[in-house]
């Protein structure tokens, strides 16, 4: 476990089972590219062991995963003014020295986009352990596992259509996992998805009280890992190729596209050229999101 600053990485049950989990609980496992480039290394290591059947992505502390971190770019400069601004979010590398839109676009393919589509089509089976609210890029994260099992207190919510004027995220899988109508909702208003009602849409799979999430999910895992891998492994490719047939891969390198329209209207209308409106800035400062609720316009419930 000691290779890695970011995570933790265990091997479980004679290593069938390997256990990832953020490690950034002071900031509720928010995700900088650091990490991301940790959680790559993790899952490819984790789908090179053929010892290794399921792999558990999970968060320690109260939150799996609270998004993308958007103070870590401004504090890496903070630390290194030498630097360019894309650079200091994406390091080194894969584009981010490049001119105009191509340093953001080539970062966020690499990082935000092509892992996570990556991630989703590993040669294991994946189960993604969630607590805690759920934003934005942590719903990529347990989008692209293959199962999802979800503590009681449980939330979804992708605000940057309510706060940041974007259209959604990177990897936009949000009308294959809620539904057309209820991503449009969602994404309208910022409001969060229970995990109740997320179980009966078919995302979640399991709901365990938060304190018994871990033990559950293991024994959810040894379940599963006791299916033949070839087995495993062609019930996985055979759904995935279904949705990629129902146009689930185009239709995501459509969105990445207007994505990046998206933010090119914001660098052209801001001061700074910052890729999100310039009033919307204050993000730190919103109150909680609210829960989607049947029987008002506006919940008056605010989830922390
Ligand atoms: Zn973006």
Request: glycine share 8%; proline share 4%; net charge negative.
């Amino acid at each position: 476990m000691a290779e890695y600053e970011f995570l933790t990485y265990e091997s479980l049950d004679e290593g069938r089972i390997v256990r990832i989990m953020l490690n950034r609980p002071e900031a509720r496992n928010a995700q900088h590219v650091p990490l991301l480039k940790e959680l790559d290394d993790a899952f490819l290591r984790a789908e090179a062991d053929d010892e290794v059947r399921v792999v558990i992505l999970g968060g320690h502390g109260r939150t799996f995963s609270a998004g993308h971190d958007m103070a870590a770019g401004a504090a890496a400069q903070a630390a290194d003014p030498g630097i360019s601004p894309w650079e200091a979010v994406f390091g080194a590398g894969n584009g981010s020295s490049r001119q105009g839109r191509e340093a953001h676009y080539l970062g966020e393919w690499h990082y935000f986009f092509t892992n996570t589509l990556r991630w989703r089509n590993l040669r294991k089976i994946t189960i993604a352990q969630v607590q805690g609210t759920v934003y934005a890029a942590g719903l990529m994260l347990m989008w692209a596992c293959d199962l999802i099992v979800g503590a009681d207190n449980a939330n979804f919510v992708d605000v940057v259509g309510a706060r940041l004027g974007m259209c959604g995220l990177e990897y936009f899988g949000h009308p294959w996992e809620f539904g057309p109508r209820k991503a449009k909702e969602l994404l309208l208003t910022g409001d969060a998805l229970g995990v109740d009602e997320a179980y009966q849409l078919g995302m979640v799979s399991k709901v365990f009280p938060a304190a018994d999430l871990e033990d559950k999910t293991l024994e959810f895992a040894r379940r599963i890992a006791r299916l033949p891998t070839v087995t495993a492994l062609l019930i996985k490719e055979s759904v995935n190729q279904t949705q990629d047939n129902m146009g689930f891969y185009n239709a995501l390198q459509a969105c990445f596209s207007l994505h990046h329209v998206n933010h090119a209207h914001w660098a052209e209308l801001t001061a700074s050229g910052q890729p999100y409106p310039a009033e919307l800035g204050a993000w730190r400062e919103s109150p909680g999101v609210r829960p989607s609720v049947k029987d008002q316009a506006s919940a008056d419930a605010v989830i922390r």
